[in-house]
């Protein structure tokens, strides 16, 4: 699988699982990045926060990387669940869009003819 010659539609057709393959372009918050992963339901095995060059070689590497064809017998559903190592973090954002809450004290002078 690791031919360059081999195309990536001809790569995906030995995959046991679909690939998904997610482009999150937000323009006001300045995030572009690439996400691969095997489903909703499972965690994200790449995240690229700057597009690769080549894009179908990108996602060609990965797919040796965690041996997800049909010949593998070991591969289930839940080993790709449990896969913790490779599970990344979401994406947060750092502009100041959001309102950033301080939990400050504030001192309550009490009158003395109150006490």
Known sequence: MTQKNLSLSESLKDC????????????????????????????????????????????????????????????????LRNNGERKVKPIESTSGTKKQTKKTTKKVKFAKSLI
Do not use: C, G, M, W
Request: hydrophobic fraction near 35%; avoid cysteine; charged fraction near 25%.
């Open 16 to 79: 046991k699982y679909p690939l998904k393959i997610v482009f999150t372009i937000d323009q006001q918050s300045n995030i572009h990045s690439l996400t691969v992963s095997y489903s909703e339901s499972f965690p994200a095995i790449a995240r690229y926060e700057e597009i690769p060059s080549d894009l179908t070689q990108a996602v060609l590497d990965l797919l040796p990387e965690f041996n997800i064809s049909h010949k593998n017998k070991e591969l289930s559903k839940r080993n």
